[in-house]
């Protein structure tokens, strides 16, 4: 191939041409990138450049290099985990969660106090500063090895009205709802979903590829007077997984009416 000469600094223009390669197919998704001397030799450039090249292409999310086996081109295929985000119940007290089922905690549990800040006070109905107990886990899928962060954070409030909680903030989530049961409330639960670049601990927990989000999920606990009761974090790399959802039609809500 004939050397670079298109305008702009020398490493971007192999990178854009390494991009065009990467979109027409040439290189394909899941492939190994041609290594750094083929690189070398089909641009006729420097080691610095075709590095920095590849550095720009792997911020894009183009390329993701595997630790001990090189530079390979991201696959544009469909996650290989569905996490089905479920809450199933077998008995008057007895739960089920995709959590329990298929994961296996490889770090934690974790327990400590925390506070309630911008971020987690509102779904709590709290405002910040409000004492909680937190717990972590490191979770991994044992049928495709992806790891997933879970975080349970319990308001002092709910810790003291729910006997068995306080001295078990580390319970399983399944565990923990029936301990809210038992204390009298009738659970339901809103979850949202976000996907943001992930913080340096979360890259590194997770082993997430350069240039890749994570999926966090925030799902709250409610019971009595549609209290919310507790708040349960997940968070998993955006390249490893999908969320899956069964929806069930509810009778709608009468409208308002004004009143004279």
Sequence with gaps: MAEIQRPGALYQQVAAAIREAILSGEFQPGAPLPSESQLIERYKVSRPTVRNAVAALRAEGLIEVKHGKGSFVRSSGL????????????????????????????????????????VTGPPLQLGEMEELFGCDRVLIDQATGARALHRILIPFATAEQVPGLAEGPDAEPEAIYAMLTKAGHTLWWHETVRARMPLPDERSALHIPDATPVLHT????????????????????ADHAQLGYRITAEEATPARTATA
């Design 218 to 237: 925030t799902r709250t606990a409610h019971g009595l007077d549609d209290q919310a009761l507790i708040l349960e974090e997940l968070r998993i790399g």
């Design 79 to 118: 996650p290989v985990l569905t996490i089905e985000r479920r809450v199933g119940r077998s008995g008057a007290d007895q739960f089920t969660t995709a959590h329990g089922e298929t994961w296996k905690v490889v770090d934690g549990p974790s327990v400590y106090r925390t506070q309630t800040s911008a």
